[in-house]
């Protein structure tokens, strides 16, 4: 039972365009919302999260929108440049302390 | 800078052989976690521990098993090596949460990409 799912699978955008990728989430206990960002050779790092009290938060290009009735919440990268080209992972967390549930990941190409 | 290493960036081992994979927080912080990453399937949690001494199984732990006698480290083992077991694992570590308000993020080690033949 796949509790967070992403889509699309992947996505490519043009330097300067928004890219949004999208998250639905099953479980109403889930508390805590991140979004991690992987380059390759890299291990996933944080990008930005939300709780589910708040509707939206930005942080630089970089925002996150939460539908808690629809219980989806998306990603979105304005002004997408080719250095954000990586593999994005949305996440849940079911309460303090507890482990995180992943999606799959989606890989976002920019081209120039 | 908070920093998570991993001891082998690749490893190659053959069927049948006892591995370990070990993981190396500098930070202090309570859980540690081992995942492993294959193509389409994301981020699977093998293990977790909250403490040193304490393990949880996470949602794929057949196959592994864990060992954490010092709060910085915090070890994966495969009893056996498979085939299947060809992936590239992941360690991560983060404070301990105590309220619902908090998050703490997780941070991870660069991935240990581990080849079973």
């Known amino acids: 039972q796949q509790q967070v799912k992403q889509s699309p699978q992947s996505l490519i955008v043009q330097k300067g365009g928004i890219s949004i990728i999208n998250c639905a989430y099953e479980?109403?206990?889930?508390?805590?919302f991140p979004w991690y960002q992987q380059f390759p050779g890299k291990g996933p790092a944080l990008l930005i999260a939300?709780?589910?009290?708040?509707s939206e938060k930005k942080e630089g290009r970089f925002t996150i929108s939460f539908n808690k009735s629809a219980k989806q919440f998306s990603l979105h990268i304005m002004d997408s440049q080719p250095g954000d080209s990586a593999t994005y992972f949305c996440?849940?967390?079911?309460?303090?302390?507890?482990?995180?549930?992943f999606g799959k990941g989606i890989t976002l190409s920019v081209r120039p | 800078d908070v920093k998570v290493t991993q001891s082998s960036r690749y490893l190659v081992k053959r069927t049948g052989e006892k591995v370990f994979l070990e993981c190396v927080q500098d930070m202090d912080h309570e859980n540690m976690f081992w995942y492993r990453q294959d193509p389409g399937l994301g981020l699977r949690l093998i293990y977790f521990s909250y403490d040193v001494k304490m393990k949880e199984k996470g949602d794929i732990p057949e196959g592994y098993s864990v060992s954490r006698e010092k709060k910085e480290r915090f070890s994966l083992i495969l009893e056996s090596a498979s085939t299947n077991q060809t992936s590239m694992y992941l360690c991560a570590s983060s404070l301990l949460a105590l309220a619902g308000l908090a998050f703490n993020e997780q941070y991870f080690g660069p991935g240990t990409r581990l080849t079973v033949t």
């Open positions: 996440a849940a967390r079911g309460g303090a302390n507890s482990k995180l549930t």
């Open positions: 479980n109403t206990a889930f508390d805590y």
């Open positions: 939300i709780r589910p009290d708040v």
